[in-house]
């Protein structure tokens, strides 16, 4: 399948597995995805996973690392946070931003996102900034109003540069951990419409090469007609990228 962008899929652990389980994993999606050349692999331990795992996989030519979250600041009397410069010591190349549990949890706002996004690309990570309504929000007809409030939100601040080198997820937040997918035709239809939020706020050339990521529910069975999409470029996978065997599906599904 010849897509426009390259996709990227991206696993993100959550708070799962200790060190021994996060080696246990990557070194199993080390020997399944050898030979995979087509597709950008991401892994996104816990911060206590970073190092084994970033030594892990030192040797491999096609799995990266991401991180589940950073402060927006750089250093200082922070307790309890962790700074863009402290995940490049462990080669983190990508950081997920503002996912919705963060978003619910810890109450996270566009705002704050967006700050995180600038320190992300100022250290030279790579953001992946999630976005997605809720099942009260896609009923109530709000889907687009609050894709776009979170997309020129979470997204304030960065240059056509920076903006090329983020990965939006689009999220829908009843697709997650529900078991429910959105189905490929309401992926399209979202993702469409974060791409023209981005002509909007940037431009043609730099929408058309920002890759967005589905994520919620994501499985070997659903990836293939996922990824088909014209606008869908890679997949933020929870629970399925918990295993070697349905995480790799996922990938070698994708081709
Ligand atoms: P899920 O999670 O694949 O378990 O639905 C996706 C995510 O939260 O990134």
């Known amino acids: 399948m010849e897509k426009e962008r390259r996709l990227i899929i991206a696993g993100n652990w959550k708070m799962n597995k200790t060190v021994a389980e996060s080696i246990d994993l990557v070194n199993g ?6 030979n995979v050349k087509e597709v950008d692999i991401v892994v996104c331990p816990a ?6 795992v970033s030594k892990s996989i030192l040797d491999s030519q096609n799995i990266r690392l991401g991180a589940q979250n950073m402060s927006e600041n750089n250093v200082g009397a922070f307790t309890g946070e962790i700074a863009a410069v402290m995940l490049k010591e462990f080669s983190v190349r990508y950081v997920i931003l503002g996912h919705s549990e963060r978003r619910q949890y810890q109450k996270e706002s566009d705002e704050l996102i967006a700050r995180k996004a600038l320190a992300a690309h100022t250290a030279s990570l790579k953001p992946i900034v999630c976005v997605g309504e809720t099942l009260a929000e896609r ?7 609050v894709l776009e409030t979170q997309v020129r939100g979470s997204l304030a601040g960065l240059s ?3 903006m090329e080198e983020t990965i939006v997820a689009y999220e ?6 529900t078991g429910k997918t959105a189905s490929s035709a309401q ?9 023209a939020q981005l002509v909007k706020l940037f431009d043609e050339t730099t929408a058309r090469r920002v ?3 589905y994520g919620g529910s994501v499985k070997a ?9 014209p606008d869908v470029d890679g997949a933020l996978v929870g629970g399925a990228a918990l295993e070697v065997r349905s995480f790799a599906d996922i990938i070698k599904n994708s081709i």
Do not use: C, D
């Open 47 to 52: 911060y206590t996973a970073l190092s084994e």
């Open 139 to 145: 009923e109530g007809g709000l889907m687009e109003k």
């Open 29 to 34: 999606l080390k020997r399944e995805l050898a």
């Open 211 to 213: 890759r967005i990521q």
């Open 187 to 195: 992926a399209q239809e979202a993702h469409a419409f974060i791409r």
């Open 160 to 162: 056509r540069e920076q």
């Open 221 to 229: 069975a659903n990836a293939r007609e996922l990824m088909g999409q």
């Open 172 to 177: 829908p937040v009843w697709a997650i951990g």
